[in-house]
């Protein structure tokens, strides 16, 4: 399963989670299990695009399921766990971000070959300067480049949104602010990342 | 550059994944996590450890804790007793004891000094002239006494 596949992964019935969590809250451990497996690869992506760091990613995906783990007693369902585990990692995340003054060095995870079809990809290593034929790992140093000028909070509605694919509404419950400053948010990310990838502007 | 454009430029950082297999290893490390966690010692076992290697350098022997507690235990009470807002009944054991034998004074007659008429001639053969205090004899009574 990798994040191309994330959008499609929301449609799963919620009364799978309903289950799971219950059993889990029932004393069942293997239960949490299956939770683990269901959504690390959407919560690698969230924390992955957040941190550019593989080693950062993966620490931190443990503490939040640790913490999830902790507290699944206390959760009531008045969101869904999709929800409620979303808004564990964009917190925790965001708190680690705001305490590593210093900028780490980019960890980045080796794009997927499928990228050299997605047309998306060849357009815009195609609009680039011609002069220099630009290759999928300049793309992605480019890509996360542009991604670090972002704020935390930009940042994070850049990667719900624009690269995992999740509705307004649904961030906007994740961060527990309104729908009409997740649209803001990703209106001024936008116009900065423009300005940082104005390479790859359509002639 | 339109919206739509960045977003679709942005969307291809979805194709950077970990391994495959980093997934299944994210479970297992998961449940050591979790063991170890067990394993780790509660943060006041960790400060005793530390108390206890730390007095270990002073070399203080054992018995000395027990020692020092019971004499802080006493320093506490002595203090405590020697408050004094701690006890109203101990103030009357150092109030003055006015309940002596008072001081008698006897009353007695002041002291005149006065010649007395001459005694007839008389008497005066038989009663020699004398200087009389106040026209008695004096008091030949035991002095004052307090």
């Not at chain 1, 690698?44 to 990613?57: I, Q």
């Not at chain 1, 008045?78 to 808004?87: A, V």
């Amino acid at each position: 399963m990798n994040n191309a596949d994330m959008t499609a992964d929301l449609d799963t019935p919620l009364n799978n989670d309903k289950e799971l969590v219950a059993r889990t809250q029932g004393g069942d451990p293997r239960a949490f299990d299956e939770l683990i497996v269901k959504y690390t690869p959407r919560l690698y992506g969230l924390v992955y695009h957040m941190t550019s760091n593989h080693e950062d990613t993966n620490d931190l995906l443990q503490d939040v399921f640790g913490k999830a783990y902790r507290s699944i007693c206390s959760f009531r369902g008045k969101s869904s766990f999709s929800t409620w585990m979303h808004s564990i990692a964009v917190n925790m995340t965001i708190n680690f971000l705001k305490k590593r003054k210093r900028r780490q060095h980019p960890s980045l995870n080796d794009p997927d070959s499928n990228i050299e079809n997605d047309p998306d990809f060849i357009a815009a290593t195609s609009n680039a300067d011609p002069r220099h034929e630009i290759s999928i790992h300049e793309l992605q140093k480019k890509l996360n480049a542009a991604m670090a000028k972002l704020s935390h909070d930009h940042r994070a509605v850049v990667t719900m949104f624009d690269i995992q694919g999740i509705p307004h509404a649904e961030i906007a419950k994740i961060i527990g602010i309104s729908e009409g400053t997740v649209r803001s948010r990703l209106f001024y990310a936008h116009r900065l990342l423009q300005n940082s990838l104005a390479e790859f502007r359509k002639p | 550059m339109s919206d739509e454009h960045t977003h679709r430029i942005i969307r291809l950082k979805r194709y950077e994944n970990p391994p495959e297999e980093y997934y299944e290893e994210f479970l297992r490390e998961f449940h050591y996590r979790q063991r170890a966690e067990l394993l780790k010692p509660s943060l006041k076992t960790l400060l005793l450890e530390r108390f206890s290697s730390l007095m270990l350098e002073f070399r203080v022997p054992a018995s000395a804790y027990a020692g020092a507690t019971v004499l802080a235990l006493l320093a506490s009470v002595a203090i405590w007793h020697a408050s004094p807002t701690t006890s109203s009944t101990s103030s009357a054991s150092y109030a003055v004891n006015y309940s002596q034998t008072p001081i008698t004074i006897q009353k007695m007659q002041p002291v005149s000094l006065r010649v007395e008429s001459p005694v007839s001639a008389d008497q005066s053969r038989l009663f020699p002239t004398s200087y009389l205090l106040q026209a008695r004899p004096a008091n030949h009574e035991s002095p004052l006494s307090f």
